[in-house]
């Protein structure tokens, strides 16, 4: 018996650890959270594969799907074009505010930006066609 439920508990513990691989094992991330009403949202690539999970405003979603080498190119286009390296956060203190993560693993644009206290105004720009290029991603990807 003991045998058995030792099995079982090595199993558990494999499984459970393989799941949060996905949240940490990627090349991209494009991530928005917090608000009054706080939403969650999750874009991770690795390679060509492409995990999306989104919570709030009554909804869950979760889908897993695979990006076009096109795609990966317009992307990492966007970023270096919009100097996503040399983008400026502001370090206001801002509260109750949705905050845009975006790390980028590897590759020129290597680095991890957030706009949790504002994007400094001469960047905004930038920063705004950035996260459009995420957005247009999720909006082609995942139906709600």
């Known amino acids: 018996m003991k045998k058995i439920l030792g099995v079982f508990l090595i199993i558990l513990i494999a ?15 494009y991530s928005k959270s917090g608000g009054y009403a706080p939403s969650y949202e999750n874009l991770l690539i690795k390679g060509n594969d492409v995990h999306y999970s989104f919570e709030g405003q009554g909804k869950k979603i979760k889908k897993s ?3 076009s080498n096109e795609d990966l190119k ?3 286009e966007t970023l270096s074009k919009n100097n996503f390296k040399r983008i400026q956060e502001d370090h206001k ?7 845009t993560s975006i790390s980028v693993k590897k590759g020129v644009n290597e680095g991890s930006k957030n706009d949790g206290s504002m994007i400094m105004p001469n960047f905004k720009t ?19």
């Open 15 to 29: 499984v459970s650890c393989n799941s949060q691989k996905i949240y940490s094992d990627f090349d991209i991330s």
């Open 126 to 144: 930038n920063w705004e066609n950035i996260t459009a290029g995420f957005q247009e991603i999720i909006n082609n990807n995942v139906k709600n």
């Open 65 to 67: 799907f695979k990006i």
């Open 93 to 99: 203190k801002v509260y109750d505010n949705i905050t």
């Open 74 to 76: 317009k992307l990492d």
